[in-house]
């Protein structure tokens, strides 16, 4: 058996990572799409170095699209296998999915527009909404916690990651020559408290552990401090400046925990009386999908429920779909809150809100999580920014620019290591390092030395390793 790590090595996008059984059945652990790197991210997303019809199943670890989010390509390009996953990604992806497909179609005729005028010939987008939505046929949902067996010699298992709903680690038991491999690839690791979505949890002995270094060379600040933070600068941006508080949020995962937290201020009477929007038609509809899995949640949200029926909504809470809905915002001088996709600030409506907040010293544009390289969001944190292009129009950067990372749903190095800790070190053959960069890589790597964890490697793009 070989494992090759196409994507997400050495780097935090498009995660896929290619087991060829010796008999030669192929299983893809994720099917991520690149991000964050303009039209270059085409390139790569199409030149897999494979055929995506040779793939027998790819096992989805969640539903973020960078791990997900190449699915309807595979599908255009006669991929007909199964794709197993629990059943909250499954319901997450049938949303994800072709919103993906829509940008897609958006971000080509922009890119079009460029060529035209360079004399060349257009291109077509990798995937449209529609092609997401016949792929989504491919899917088959499992209960976590459940074995589910995918033939004679493969079974898998999920176990809960803490990372978003319905986030699991990939347990694979293989049977070939005689002998079981056991393959634990975690996706992305959460952190011990999520303010939604149970946590972490031990997962069974693997043989050999992919697992995910993104912040391997960062600590976070103290979950309970961030929320206070959280709610001062809505008070300073809101109340006392009477401004905007822009929040460029993931539509999985980090607007319902932020909603959450407010609803919950709101409950004790602590919130101003602002107008709060989630602008986002993907959240609205991922929010529904998050009341549709109660099983996902955690005890203290459970409890919640048993006075609180919805704890998604309270007064001064508004969900925006129509565009006409979201494009008045701009023009509101009324101080409030706008928690929009994307959560890198790299596409979506929240780029718009920027654009048009950015030059005002009333207003706040809060990122709340990891920001891939060259990314808007990346870019707004430079050292004494004062002007910033979105959109090709050149923007002073009067507005304040703050981040809270601890509501990243990636865990630290130290909560990384304490997740895998659950393995017996010594029955370990080998640890891979994936979705990080090379620098967090590193330090992480160090790190589980120092704890003992042994055979540790940070594989390249392309690098193809026979497990043994």
């Known amino acids: 058996m070989k494992i090759k790590f196409i994507g997400a090595a050495q780097e935090v996008t498009g995660s896929k990572h290619l087991l060829t059984l010796d008999n030669g059945k192929k299983i893809l652990l994720d099917c991520g799409m690149f991000q964050g790197k303009g039209m270059e991210t085409d390139r790569m997303n199409r030149n897999l170095g494979f055929e995506p019809k040779e793939i027998d199943h790819i096992i989805l670890s969640h539903a973020h699209i960078d791990h997900s989010g190449l699915i309807p390509y595979f599908y255009t390009q006669g991929f007909e296998g199964s794709v197993i996953c629990t059943d909250a990604t499954r319901n997450l992806c049938s949303y994800m999915l072709p919103d993906s497909g829509y940008i897609q179609e958006q971000d080509i005729k922009w890119y079009n527009k460029k060529l035209l005028k360079q004399g060349l010939l257009p291109i077509e987008p990798i995937y449209r909404h529609s092609d997401a939505v016949k792929s989504m046929k491919l899917f088959i949902g499992v209960a976590m916690d ?3 067996r995918i033939d004679e010699n493969i079974t898998v298992k999920f176990t809960d990651t803490g990372h978003i709903l319905g986030g699991a680690v990939v347990n694979l038991e293989i049977k070939e020559n005689g002998k079981t491999t056991k393959i634990a690839y975690t996706g992305d690791i959460g952190r011990p408290y999520n303010k939604i979505i149970k946590p972490p949890a031990a997962f069974p002995q693997a043989d050999y552990l992919i697992t995910e270094s993104t912040y391997g060379n960062r600590l976070h600040e103290d979950k309970a401090d961030a929320e206070e933070k959280l709610f001062n600068v809505i008070v300073d941006t809101c109340v006392r400046k009477g401004g905007k ?3 460029p949020s993931f539509s999985v995962g980090r607007t ?5 937290l407010m609803n919950n201020w709101y409950n004790e009477g602590r919130l101003p009386n602002i107008d709060v929007y989630v602008d986002s038609p993907l959240s609205v509809n991922i929010t529904e999908v998050f009341k549709m899995h109660s099983e996902c949640y955690n005890d203290e949200v459970l409890e919640v429920l048993t006075y609180d029926p919805d704890p998604f909504g309270f007064e001064g809470l508004h969900y925006i779909k129509n565009v006409n809905a979201s494009k008045k915002l701009n023009d509101t001088t009324e101080p409030c809150v706008i928690i929009s996709a994307s959560g890198m600030a790299e596409a979506g409506r929240v780029k718009h809100h920027i654009a048009n907040s950015i030059s005002n010293p009333k207003n706040t544009i809060l990122l709340v999580g990891y920001c891939a390289p060259t990314t808007l969001g990346a870019r707004l944190q430079e050292p ?18 703050k981040l809270l990372e601890a509501f990243s749903g990636h865990g630290d190095y130290v909560e990384m290591a304490e997740f895998i800790s659950c393995q017996d070190k010594d029955l370990l053959k080998k640890i891979f390092l994936v979705h990080g960069d090379l620098e967090s890589g590193e330090h992480y790597r160090k790190y589980l030395l120092k704890m003992g964890f042994k055979n540790i490697e940070i594989p390249k793009p392309f690098d193809e390793v026979e497990l043994v």
């Open 146 to 148: 459940r074995k589910f």
């Open 256 to 260: 319902q925990e932020i909603v959450l």
């Open 245 to 247: 508080l822009i929040i």
């Open 384 to 401: 004494g920014l004062k002007k910033i292009s979105i959109f090709g129009t050149e923007h002073e950067v009067r507005a304040s620019v």
